[in-house]
Each structure stands twice: as structure tokens, then as C-alpha cells.
T-cell receptor, first 111, second 112 residues
């Protein structure tokens, strides 16, 4: 799996839009980009996944430029409950492949 | 559709003991992956099982072993427990070839 780089932490305020960028320079042609959210003492929760351009669901948007070497998770109008760690993963869950989580981005939402 | 479940939720063991953790995959999923997550770190991949066979392994010693059963549920076994094995153990299920994993709530293991 391609190695990913994310900011270690971010702070924002309630009601703001938050953008978290992930770098993945070695992304392969078949790799998808997946973001997870994790609250303390819980398992990670799938947020969104994409391959190119833009994907939007009820929770977030994912922007992927043409070269796919980075991606940006966008959380609209965050609330205190969005305080969590966000992980970016790149690749395929496939035979003999290691699934690598980085340290993620600790997002802290302030009132 | 039931989600991924894990048991037990918490466990305390002493050094040298053995432990078995259990995971029931989400309905329809044939692949189970296990992760170890130390405090403040991201999950570390232990291994993955697909149709009862190991299908990839991370950098964990052989005393970490697993099983997958015909119903796709899975066990993680750890022998000769060490203090550093204290962590949250996560199980995730998926469909082989699909990138989205669904995680259980984890088992918190404390080794004294």
C-alpha cells in the first residue's frame, strides 16, 4: 500500500468547514483512497472512498486531483461530535498486501 | 444486517499467559482482518483471513496466530503474552476485492 502523510493535528470551531489533506505520492493505478474516523476506544468507522475527482456523501466530500497524489477530506459545518482521529488509507485490501494505517489526524473541534 | 462484533470487550491477563479473542464478521463478508492499536497510535495490521486461509500478514511474531471458520467468524490467539501486547485489538470484515472495511468495537487487552 502507498504510504500516506497527514497533519498530526488540527483545531477548528463549530460550524466551520474542515479540510484534511493526505499526501500519497506513490499511489498505484488501481488504488482507491479511503478515509476512516475513529473515536476513543472504538473501532474506525468508514467515512468515504474515492478513486478520482470528487465524491460526496451525507457525511463528507472527498476531492482528488488529476494526478491522484493527494486527497482532501472535507467536513462541512463541523460540530463538537466530529472531534476524532481521521485516517487516510490508499490501496487495495488484497492478497499478501499489508494494510497500513498512519497515525492519522487528530481533529479537535472547539465551541 | 448485523455489524462486526467482538468478544470479550475487556480482558486482563498476566505475562506468559495465552489469550483468544473472537470476532463475528458482518453478514455477507468473507474476509476478516485483525489489528493491534496501542494508545495514541494508528491500528497496526496483524493478519487477514480469507475463506479460512491466512491472506497476508504484518510484522508480528508467530505467537500471534489466527483462525477463520466456515461461517467467516475468526479468532486471534496470542501466546506467551508480553507487557507490550497491552492494546486495543480490532477486527474488521470486508468482501474480498472491496476496499471498505467494517470494524468492530475492539477488545481492550491489559497484560500485567
Amino acid at each position: 500500500l502507498a504510504k500516506t502523510t497527514q497533519p498530526i493535528s488540527m483545531d477548528s470551531y463549530e460550524g466551520q468547514e474542515v479540510n484534511i489533506t493526505c499526501s500519497h505520492n506513490n499511489i498505484a493505478t488501481n488504488d482507491y483512497i479511503t478515509w476512516y474516523q475513529q473515536f476513543p476506544s472504538q473501532g474506525p468507522r468508514f467515512i468515504i472512498q474515492g478513486y478520482k475527482t470528487k465524491v460526496t456523501n451525507e457525511v463528507a466530500s472527498l476531492f482528488i486531483p488529476a494526478d491522484r497524489k493527494s486527497s482532501t477530506l472535507s467536513l462541512p459545518r463541523v460540530s463538537l461530535s466530529d472531534t476524532a482521529v481521521y485516517y487516510c488509507l490508499v490501496g487495495m485490501v488484497d492478497r499478501d498486501d499489508k494494510i497500513i494505517f498512519g497515525k492519522g489526524t487528530r481533529l479537535h473541534i472547539l465551541p | 444486517e448485523t455489524g462486526v462484533t467482538q468478544s470479550p470487550t475487556h480482558l486482563i491477563k498476566t505475562r506468559g499467559q495465552q489469550v483468544t479473542l473472537r470476532c463475528s464478521s458482518q453478514s455477507g463478508h468473507n474476509t476478516v482482518s485483525w489489528y493491534q492499536q496501542a494508545l495514541g497510535q494508528g491500528p497496526q495490521f496483524i493478519f487477514q483471513y480469507y475463506r479460512e486461509e491466512e491472506n497476508g500478514r504484518g510484522n508480528f511474531p508467530p505467537r500471534f496466530s489466527g483462525l477463520q471458520f466456515p461461517n467467516y467468524s475468526s479468532e486471534l490467539n496470542v501466546n506467551a503474552l508480553e507487557l507490550d501486547d497491552s492494546a486495543l485489538y480490532l477486527c474488521a470484515s470486508s468482501d474480498q476485492g472491496k476496499e471498505t472495511q467494517y470494524f468492530g468495537p475492539g477488545t481492550r487487552l491489559l497484560v500485567l
